[in-house]
């Protein structure tokens, strides 16, 4: 894909997904954060990490110099910091949802401890100081959105199965599901690409990834942008409903 698709592709980003990411940091700020703290620490960090990466990532993508150390040492702790909170934010999706079991606590335990048996698990697999850090890095962070990714569907199949469902949690999954599922066939078809050469294929390959992400800040905006009393009428009128088909 040529340097100025990718550079296009870029600025699109940022024009759109900035003020997504405010968005959602906007909705979050207006109360929901009380029951999300790791979904606002993730979005922080997420916002943050764009608007730092940002200015080195274009100018080298233009052609006026090569990212230099301190923009990898930036960008490797932040994806770091970024894959950690998001496997988090998974984490606390379905630590939310064991409280419609009867064992709930048992069930959150036994979530966290598996959480951090994986995660600390695979860094250990994958760590290796002799290497450069993408060496070993990008295979970890691999292994962690592929967790991610199994336990939000885990958590949508649930969610979808129960009566009364929590449409802010399920949006919310339902946004993460499908930033996987994009970045999962984004990342097939640009491998494919490098293979065959082909630029067209590179291309949709990043324009699938950069959608799925921007339709997640979306997603996740629509979810949180609703009022405590909205979501309070709301449940009042789901109750009301079940009351008059008995």
């Keep these: 894909m040529g340097f100025g698709m990718r550079f296009g592709l870029q600025v699109l980003f940022l024009a759109v997904g900035l003020p997504l990411q405010v968005l959602v940091l906007a909705a979050l700020l207006r109360g929901a954060w009380r029951?999300?703290?790791?979904?606002l620490a993730f979005a922080t960090v997420e916002f943050v990490s764009a608007l730092v990466q940002a200015p080195g990532a274009l100018e080298a993508m233009r052609g006026l110099h090569s990212p230099g150390q301190p923009y990898w040492v930036t960008y490797?702790?932040?994806?770091a910091i970024n894959q950690l909170l998001l496997y988090a934010v998974v984490v606390s999706f379905l630590y939310h949802a064991c409280e419609r079991?009867?064992?709930a606590t048992v069930a959150r335990i036994?979530?966290?401890?598996?959480?951090?048996?994986?995660?600390?698990?695979?860094?250990l697999v994958h760590?290796?100081?002799s290497l450069a850090r993408g060496f070993w890095l990008t295979p970890w962070f691999r292994d962690l959105n592929f967790t991610s990714a199994l336990m939000d569907i885990v958590l949508w199949t649930s969610l979808l199965a129960v009566r009364d469902k929590d449409r802010?949690?399920?949006?919310?999954?339902?946004g993460l599901g499908v930033q996987f599922a994009g970045e999962a066939i984004g990342e097939s078809l640009r491998q494919m690409a490098m293979r065959s050469l082909s630029h067209p294929l590179a291309l949709a390959g990043s324009v699938i990834m950069v959608a799925a992400n921007l339709f997640r800040f979306y997603a996740w905006w629509r979810a949180l942008r609703r009022r405590p009393?909205?979501?309070a009428t709301a449940r009042l009128q789901a109750v009301r409903e079940r009351g008059s088909t008995l």
């Design 76 to 79: 490797w702790i932040g994806n």
């Design 35 to 39: 029951r999300y703290p790791l979904l």
């Design 110 to 123: 036994l979530l966290i401890l598996a959480a951090c048996l994986v995660a600390g698990g695979t860094f």
């Design 168 to 174: 802010q949690l399920l949006m919310l999954s339902g």
């Design 101 to 103: 079991l009867r064992s």
């Design 229 to 231: 009393e909205e979501k």
């Design 127 to 129: 760590y290796d100081p």
